[in-house]
């Protein structure tokens, strides 16, 4: 498939061939769901804790005798039924990672770009190159009509734009290998240099 390609000034820049197995494909909103939810519980910090009965500040001196007082038989007051007493089976600090298999994690990342095709939220440049100034670069975007845009660049991005696009809100930049469904589903519109397109193919090929 063919897609014009653009400069960050708006003009021309010619025309780049996407590959049709990795930009042409029906997305399946299945398999990018299996990826996202892989993605983010990867990064879910799973810290959380609570206080088991050995933990809780309490005494530990048994709360009365064990016969003859008509009630329950009880030790100290840290057990789980007591106020202030410990938590039974809460959560501890875990990982919440699972595995996915490889193949279906590339199959995820190329529907992601399918889908963005399909919507016409793709966008492809000439280059991704800044002298840092924030203010010029912030110009072109919104010449463009770029309000959340995800833009991934080849191995490595320009230092420049990289510094130019810290400051702008909606404006994130990846280098290639950075590409993830999650953050290309976030964005409303993915931009890809030349480079970028070259190095993703090689990438899922």
């Given at each position: ?145 770029w ?26 930049v ?14 409303d519109?993915?931009v ?14």
């Amino acid at each position: 498939m063919k897609l014009d390609v653009i400069k960050l000034d708006g003009g021309k820049a010619g025309s780049v061939d996407l590959s049709d197995d990795l930009f042409g494909l029906e997305p399946r909103g299945d398999l990018l769901q299996r990826v996202v939810r892989w993605q983010r519980n990867k990064a879910q910090a799973g810290t959380h804790k609570v206080k088991t009965r050995s933990e809780t500040s309490y005494s530990t001196k048994k709360i009365y005798r064990q016969k003859g007082t008509g009630g329950a038989r009880h030790g100290d007051r840290n057990a789980p039924i007591f106020r202030k007493g410990g938590i039974y089976k809460g959560p501890t600090p875990r990982s919440h990672a699972h595995d996915l298999p490889k193949k279906v994690r590339k199959l995820g990342l190329a529907h992601a770009l399918s889908a963005k095709v399909k919507e016409g939220n793709l966008v492809v440049i000439d280059t991704a190159q800044s002298d840092g100034k924030t203010a010029a670069l912030a110009k072109q975007v919104k010449e463009l009509g770029w309000k959340r845009a995800l833009v991934i660049d080849g191995a490595e991005v320009d230092a420049g734009f990289a510094k130019a696009a810290a400051n702008i809100n909606g404006l994130d930049v990846l280098p290639s290998m950075g590409a993830n469904v999650y953050d290309i589903l976030k964005r409303d519109t993915l931009v890809l240099t030349k480079a970028g397109v070259e190095a993703l193919e090689a990438r899922l090929k």
